[in-house]
């Protein structure tokens, strides 16, 4: 024979239940808002100069991580700083929780970003966010499409030729004095291998120019 509950003490117990299931899921509505506010706090950081980058580097580091030297690096910053200028808010606002990112910090973090650099490391060097890193690279990118003075184009006419050739000379150990243009690569000296040789390893002379 089946005894039925107290309806008394049964209203107690679901009421208990409720409650236990109703303080956990409001635990759990805190515990969510609180990590939802850590996220949207936002990270102090500390924007570095561009020159105090170079200065712990030194010449030799420098060049390794930009693939250039401070020098061709502040000549091609003259070229692209007015497409590269940060915006201010109308009312005078820096527009930025940890200011504005200045045009010279731009085009460092893309540089060293094309020269390989780590993208989380950048960010730390240069006290920005990670996703600023990209955002500068492709600031980058349209103002070198926007430079007239980095158009690429090659002149038809012969003297304009010669001076390209005189800039790439002027570039070149070896002396070389008949170059216009390279795109990834470079020149060397080569030897034109004997007959004899080429009838040894079964190759044609031109073969070798490969």
Request: net charge neutral; glycine share 10%.
């Amino acid at each position: 024979m089946t005894s039925h509950p107290n309806p008394h003490e049964f209203t107690t117990l679901v009421v208990a239940v409720l409650s236990e299931i109703a303080g956990e899921e409001l635990g759990l509505e805190e515990e969510e808002k609180e990590k939802s506010e850590k996220i949207c706090q936002h990270t102090k950081r500390i924007r570095k100069k561009v020159n105090d980058v170079f200065s712990e580097l030194g010449p030799c580091y420098t060049r390794r991580a930009y693939r250039m030297d401070s020098r061709s690096f502040w000549c091609l910053h003259r070229m692209l700083k007015p497409w590269l200028q940060g915006t201010r808010k109308e009312n005078g606002g820096g527009g930025a929780w940890n200011g504005l990112i200045d045009s010279e910090i731009r085009l460092s973090t893309a540089i060293r970003h094309f020269a390989g650099g780590r993208p989380d490391d950048i960010c730390l060097v240069h006290g920005m966010s990670h996703t600023e890193v990209f955002n500068s690279v492709w600031k980058v990118v349209d103002a070198v499409l926007n430079c007239d003075g980095l158009t690429i184009g090659f002149p038809e006419d012969y003297n304009k030729q010669r001076e390209i050739a005189k800039g790439f000379e002027k570039k070149s150990y070896a002396g070389f004095d008949c170059c216009a243009g390279a795109i990834d690569g470079m020149l060397l000296w080569i030897e034109k291998p004997h007959a004899r040789d080429c009838d040894n390893s079964e190759v044609g002379a031109k073969k070798f120019y490969f």
